[in-house]
């Protein structure tokens, strides 16, 4: 499962296939992040005046899962702060990716957790949200994410690549990237951009092709 492919080459990839596993709208919290694991999906709900919490589930999720976790783009509370960091680093877990937002950013960078959001706010979850499906399918965007689907995650943001999927992907993003390193050494070389890019096929590098 391990990969060095960045998520730029596997979005590329993902195009090609007509597959829309991009997480728009999620940015790394800090530079160098890299996350590649199955996803462990947690989807939360509002509440009303009373009850919820955040981040009951952490002790359940094995070692080398990736969290993700959907709060609907919520904007005004957490569902991640930095006792969650600590305990999901201590135990293994590869990262988490929050379509929603975190707190204690400081904790996180401490201890070297990486984590993707919408933003950071510190106003608690507690008592605003509560889970509301654990390891369910979860939907952002356009993308629609299994729980164990493959997730990527980098400086440049987070993508779902669907398990059935993933060594064709890799095949294909591969090739992304040996040919974008070819154009940048014909560059080097001194040909021009235009005639570097036209000899390895540049623009059509993500178009989707039809496959026997
Ligand atoms: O309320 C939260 O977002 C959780 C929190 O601060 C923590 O885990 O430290
Ligand atoms: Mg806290």
Redesign the pocket.
């Known amino acids: 499962m391990r990969t060095d492919l960045s998520t730029a080459s596997i979005s590329d990839a993902l195009d090609s296939l007509g597959i829309p596993g991009q997480l728009h709208g999620i940015g790394a919290l800090g530079r160098g992040q890299r996350a590649v694991g199955p996803v462990f999906t947690v989807t939360y709900e509002p509440v009303g005046e009373t009850g919820g ?3 009951d589930f952490l002790d359940d999720v094995p070692a080398g899962m990736v969290m993700l976790i959907d709060n609907a783009g919520r904007t005004d ?11 999901a680093h201590a135990r293994g877990i590869a990262g988490t990716v929050i379509n929603g ?4 950013v400081a ?1 996180a960078t401490a201890v070297g957790y990486p984590i993707w959001s919408a933003s950071r706010f510190m106003r ?3 008592d605003r949200v509560r889970v509301s499906a654990v390891q369910a399918p979860v939907t952002i965007g356009r993308a629609v994410i299994d729980p164990g689907d493959v997730l990527v995650a980098d400086d440049d943001g987070a993508v779902v690549v669907p398990a059935a999927r993933w060594d064709e992907v890799v095949d294909i993003a591969q090739h992304v990237d040996r040919t974008e390193q070819a154009i940048v050494e014909a560059v080097r070389g001194g040909a021009t951009l235009a005639e570097a890019r036209a000899a390895h096929g540049y623009h059509s590098l993500q178009s989707q092709k039809e496959r026997s």
Do not use: A, H, L, Y
């Not at 509370?77 to 305990?87: A, L, P, R």
């Not at 937002?101 to 204690?104: F, I, K, L, P, Q």
């Open positions: 919490t955040v981040g509370c957490t569902v991640w702060g930095g006792i969650m960091s600590e305990t937002t975190c707190r204690d904790v608690t979850g507690k």
